[in-house]
């Protein structure tokens, strides 16, 4: 997953404090980024029980940070598009739809607003089930 890898290693790499664009360059062949591999790899062999001594990233404060920064007003949370732009990356229709195929999305890919909520809402779920922090109320 070429597109979804970079976003995640966009995100993920800010909370190492390692520039996003050399995250970028990390194989599309895995299913996460490396950056983000650590802070799941201490859930795989524990029982439910530990979940303190699993390491998340704040998504949240990250991407409220770089929105704080950006002169334009993006809306991360609701937003497919912005969220895109807000890490740096391609938000093209053309971009999205690359997306919404490698996330298997099987609506209509040409019914943009319908996609675009469901990508935005896949990507968060994601994002979360990598070790990412996100406000509960996106998982809904």
Same mark, same amino acid.
């Given at each position: 997953?070429?597109?979804?890898?970079?976003?995640?290693?966009?995100?993920?790499?800010?909370?190492?404090?390692?520039?996003?664009?050399?995250?970028?360059?990390?194989?599309?062949?895995?299913?996460?980024?490396?950056?983000?591999?650590?802070?799941?790899?201490?859930?795989?062999?524990?029982?439910?029980?530990?979940?303190?001594?699993?390491?998340?990233?704040?998504?949240?404060?990250?991407?409220?940070?770089?929105?704080?920064?950006?002169?334009?007003?993006? &809306?991360?949370?609701?937003?497919?598009?912005? =969220?895109? /732009?807000? +890490?740096?990356?391609?938000?093209?229709? @053309?971009?999205? %739809?690359?997306?919404?195929?490698?996330?298997?999305?099987?609506?209509?890919?040409? &019914?943009?607003?319908?996609?675009?909520?469901? =990508?935005? /809402?896949? +990507?968060?779920?994601?994002?979360?089930? @990598?070790?990412? %922090?996100?406000?509960?109320?996106?998982?809904?």
């Amino acid at each position: 997953m070429g597109l979804f890898d970079n976003l995640m290693s966009k995100i993920f790499s800010r909370s190492s404090g390692t520039p996003a664009a050399s995250a970028s360059s990390a194989p599309p062949t895995t299913s996460m980024p490396q950056s983000a591999q650590p802070s799941t790899a201490a859930s795989a062999g524990s029982g439910g029980g530990a979940a303190t001594a699993i390491q998340q990233v704040d998504v949240t404060a990250i991407l409220d940070g770089l929105a704080a920064k950006n002169r334009e007003k993006l &809306d991360w949370r609701h937003s497919i598009v912005d =969220l895109m /732009k807000l +890490v740096g990356m391609d938000s093209s229709f @053309n971009a999205r %739809k690359q997306l919404a195929t490698e996330l298997h999305y099987s609506g209509d890919q040409n &019914d943009s607003a319908s996609m675009n909520i469901w =990508l935005h /809402k896949e +990507v968060i779920r994601k994002i979360a089930e @990598n070790g990412g %922090k996100v406000p509960q109320e996106l998982l809904k």
